[in-house]
Each structure stands twice: as C-alpha cells, then as structure tokens.
C-alpha cells in the first residue's frame, strides 16, 4: 500500500438534485431538504448536472439551478461531489451532427431519446463537450464548498438503452468510430502487411480496412483487436474528460466509477477495464446495490466486487469509493426486490468500509419517480420525510465524523493471496460465443467464496500487473486462465522460482494472447513449470465426476478424499520426472499435479475449480485452495469458530487497529474469534455501541446480533 494517496475527509455522501428521475423542487423545499440531510450528520451531497440542462442551445450556459443548489449547500455547511453527464446531451446536438450518431454493427443509427447522447469519436461533438466541461470546470472551481468531480458514471460505449426484445447490439461503426479504429490499427501494427499477416487479410492500406461485425469459423484476431479497441478507447475518453477539467480546475479530486467489477462484464458490449480505468483518474469506484432487482443478495458477491475494485485502483497507487451505494427498495420494471432494512444500510457501509472503501455515495435521496426504475433506491420517501434506514444512515454519518481522520487513514491488511483477473480470457468471449462473462466471472468467485469464508485477505490482480510484475504475494490463483500471454507466462515462472506458489486450472493456457493455439496446452513452453502437458480433456455434461487423491502432497487432502469436477474433466501427461500426481481420475490417468520449480511451488488442477466450488461448495476444492495457502505458510489474521459464521476484516494505521465483525445473518451469531497474536489486540471497544471486548486466553467471545455490525477499536 506504499505510495497511496492519503485525503483529509471522508465523504459519505448523499445523492441529490433533480437529475431526470425527480419533478423539479421548489427553493422552500430545496432548504427543508438540506437543512434536514445536514442536521442529520451528512455532510456532502453528490448532485447531478446534465449537459441537456446546462446548454439549452449552442454555446449558452445555463448554470442557474447547479448555482442555487451549491449556495444553499454551502449555507448549511454541506460540500458538494458534481456528477456529470455528458451522456443527458442537448438535444440540438444530433440534429447539428447527425453524422456521430451511434450506429450499431448492422447499421441502425441510434436516436437519442434524452440518453445515450451522440458518438464523441467525432471531433466536432468533441469540441462541443469540451468547451461545455470547460464552462463547467470555470464555474464549479471556486465554490468554497466544492469538493471534488465524477465525470462518468458507470462507463460503457452506449448506455442506459434497452431495446426490447432484441438481441444487444455493438457499438460504435459511424464513420468516426472507424476511422479511430483504423487509427488505433495504425500504432498497433505499424505496417498495413504487418495486420494482413494477423488478420489473414490483402488490405492495401489501413483506410480500407472494417471493423469485424460478427464473428467468422477460422478467423479470430480482428474480434480481440476490436474488442481491446473498445476498452482502451473508453480509457482513452476518461482521460480526456479528466484532462479537460484539470485544465481549468487543477486543484479537485477528479473520480468516476464503473456499474461493478469488470470480472463481471464482457467487454464486447462496451464495458470497461478496471486496471484500465483506474489509471487516468485520482479516486476509481464502483455502484454497489446488494438488492438491486436484478441480483439475489449475497455477502460475498459483494465483498467480491469491493475488493476487484480496490485491488485496480490501489494497482495505481489511487483509493476507491462507491459511487452509489443502494439506499431503498431494488425496482426494476415490474420486478421489485426484498425491501432495503435500516440495518441494511449500516451494514453495506461499514461492509464497503471495512474492505478499503475511502467515500461512500448513498443513491438517492428521493426515490426514483419516472421511468423503469420508479419508486425504487430512495432514502426518504416521496414526500421527503425520512425513513428509518435515514436515520440509522444519519446514525453512521456521525460516527463517521466524529472518527473521520482515524477512517481517512486506516486501511485494510495487506494480502499474501491473488486471485487473477485475465483480460485475455475476456476479450476471447465473443471468439467463443459466450454472450456473457458468467464462467470466468463465477470462477474467479468461487475460489473468492473461499477465502472470504475463512476471512483470509484477498487481491484481485489483473493480467496486466503480472505481466509487469509488479506485485507480491505468496499464493497466486489463476482460474479459468484458458489463454496465457507470453509475458505471463515468463512474469508466472519468476514469480515460482523466487518462492511463490501457483495453482491453475483445466486448460490453462490454451490459447495464446493473439488467438492462436501453441504447439500444446499449456501454450508458452509452460510444461517447464509443470512438469506436465494436457493429454485429453473433455466438457462434462453431467455431475458426478470426481477426482481422486492418491498422494498426500498437499495439506488437508488425503489419499482416498475426492475433488469434484465442473465443466472440464482434464487428464494429463507427465513429462517431467520431478512433477507429482496428486489426483488421478477416469482409471489413474493424472488430473492434479505438482512440481517444486526453483524456490517455490506449481499446481495444476484438471478441472474448474471455482466453477466446482460456486456450484457446489466441493470441500475436496476448498481444501485443496486452503492446503496451498497453507504450502505458502498463509494463515488467516482472523479465525471464527465456527467458520463462515461472521466476516471479520482487520484495517490498520500505525498502532491503531480496527476490527470489523459484520453478522450478516437474518439470526444472532455466537461465536469465538482470535486475532493473530502478531497484532496484538488483546481489546478492543465497539465503537457503535461503546462496549468493550477482552480476551481471555487469546480468544474472543461474540454474540452479534442479526445484521449488526461491531467496530472495535485498539491502540496497540
């Protein structure tokens, strides 16, 4: 955590404004409104300004309503995150530049209908939207009570447009995005002859050359290319947004936040890169809704998403914040979710808090009262009179500032553990068809679902750092990584050799990072690693398959236990007299192996682990996952008995500790806890509840009650 940013404040804030999803208020009920979030202990709002609102016609700024709010937010002591849309644009732009129109892959042009806006590749929309930030930026910048920007809300090439009953369509193929592709093809290649040897093409020069539109038998490096195209694009856009506003406002915190964790989109369909975006802004983030209607709630797809996300942005040395986090009823159409609790609120904050989060943005105040989502995620109710989950938020805001520089400055124990997110396994989804990224998504989970259950720290990291190298752990866990880049695969030899372990899975390394197949799985001569290569492997369409433990290689596996199967049943080759058989399947061929490679160790499992464990909750998987940490010599800083009971996550700040303990059962826990001793935090006192906590003999004895949360706090 070297190097990473340290802010004064912390913002839990509250959405506000008038958006598009709220009638317009009056003055009156602008003061009752403010005066009633700040006498509650809230002290920033996040308000919303829309380029449509703010530029009636060209070149007229109307900045009237965003000056009102920011005065009478200032008058009652509240400082302001501005939330910007260019995305909500003048609708005078697309009859003026009817060229940027979005188009889709078959050609359709996208009217905006109050969203998604027209195509910035071109120029001129992009001048326009430039000199609005601009106009922008000079007005915000010196409001005494302005405290920092969010210039995308949840990224995406297209957004907020659903088309009913149709299947999703790609963005973007006017003639600006493509000429930007032929661009970007340009850099990449260098030399037109040097992409016809890629693409199996006799282009003559970039400016004939098309962007892929659906996906052809033998052919498969002009889909990743686009793909990549798209992500980087998006990368590239934020970074203008940030540098438009810095030019004019250096001095405020700039953010933006994705809709959730990268690992659970296709980037086909214009989703961005975590580790990409992260790069080019001061704070990254995410939207968090637990109940969302469109999800089953569960804890630990949660934790997941927090720690995706703080694992990208601290790879850039940056903090993260939620961007919005759910504040009322999940609605979606005619879908309507289990109702939000004031217990839940408190706890999904202290949640995001506890795995690094440095501001919260509750969304909304008012619920949604137009559109698909109306009368869902508010706070208060439609008349604006509070709730008991504004309360208990009221109740959080305090404790918050009354901790505020004690919250700012701890931060989550470092991880020895990483599980790898793999950009190119994702940017191979439409090669193989898949619409979604639920098999690398869900197996990336289920090893997550692991160590969130034994309340081990866990990093995300991506392909890029590895290929970089820049990390440090001691187990890294690569699933479903079914194409290995070259860099990886030297970055993963270093990281065994010098003491690290590594445990794979069913055909890693099957295809190479440019879509070709090696000579072998895996690809890049990683047989030296292994001591193995794949023999046969088959899709399972069946439960049932299991693997057997034939040597007591790794701890907590004995011989006769079985791993169960998912999705691939791999047998293997050994090629290497030094690699080990640990589990043999389908008449003793070899399906789990091990081989001592420099300093450290290598594990190949023939099958999909995390798929196993998501879908099943396999104990022969999770003892494999803990016997590696256990290799590793990785132990938990925190142990419940019994396990999986409650969610105890540790944040430091020089001898000052913290202990979240998070019940997040609809029943009271009771439970043991023992903290490692190397922390030594034999007390600690909640600091909701101001109770104190002793341990006798090492241990802690915990009755949580349901949904409730301890804060325990400890100067060691």
Known sequence: MTGLPSY???????????????????????????????????????????????EPSPSTY?????????????MFGLRVIVQVYLEFAPDWLPRMFPDALFTSETGTKLYPQGSPGVCLDSKAVRDRAERFLKALARFLKSYENFYAWDLWSEPQTVQWVFQLGQRRSLYCYCDHSIRRFREWLRKVYGDIEELNRAWHRSYGSF????????VVLHYARENIDWVEFNVQKLKEDLKWRVDTVKSVDPHHIVAS??????????????????????????????????KHAHRVPDPVVDGFILDAVRSSAYSHQKDFWLGELQGGQGVGGLKLAEPVTADDVALWIWQSFAHGAKGVCVYHSYPMMWGYESSGYGILNQDGSPTDRFRVLSKTAKLFEEHEELFVRARPLGAECAILYNKYVYRLLWILQEDTARIPSSAALGIYRI??????PVDIISSRQLEEGSYNYKVLIAPFSISVSERMARSMESFVSRGGVLLVDARFGWFKEDGWVDSEVP???LRNLFGIREACCRTLTTEGAVMKIVNEYIPGLRVGDSIRAWQYLETLDVVDGSAKVV?????????????????????????????????TRDPGVENLVLGVAKVADVNPPATVDPPGSLEVRLLASGREKLVVIINHAQSEVRARLR?????????????????????????????????????GYSET
């Open 8 to 54: 004064r404040t912390y913002p839990l804030a509250l959405w506000y404004g008038v958006g598009s999803v709220t009638p317009p208020l009056t003055r009156e009920k602008y003061v009752g409104d403010l005066k009633r979030i700040r006498d509650a202990g809230v002290g920033y709002l996040r308000l919303w300004v829309n380029w449509r609102d703010c």
């Open 62 to 74: 109307r900045f009237e309503a965003l000056k009102e709010l920011m005065e009478l937010s200032n």
């Open 207 to 214: 400016d004939e050359v098309e962007p892929p539109r659906f």
């Open 257 to 290: 936040h994705a809709a959730t964790t990268s690992l659970f989109l296709n980037p086909l369909y214009g989703h961005p890169d975590d580790w990409e975006m992260a790069e080019v802004v001061d704070v990254w983030g995410t939207s968090l809704y637990p």
């Open 451 to 456: 160590f969130f259950k034994y309340n081990m």
């Open 523 to 525: 690809a890049h001569s």
């Open 583 to 615: 589990a043999t399947a389908n008449g003793n061929h070899p399906t789990v192996s091990l081989k001592n490679f420099g300093a450290g160790l290598a594990v190949w499992a023939g099958t999909s682990l995390g798929l196993s464990y998501e879908n």
């Open 675 to 711: 903290i490692s001793s190397s922390l030594g935090i034999t007390k600690f006192k909640d600091l909701i509840t101001g109770k104190d906590y002793l341990a006798e003999s090492g241990t802690f004895t915990l009755l949580v009650h349901p949904r409730k949360v301890v804060v």
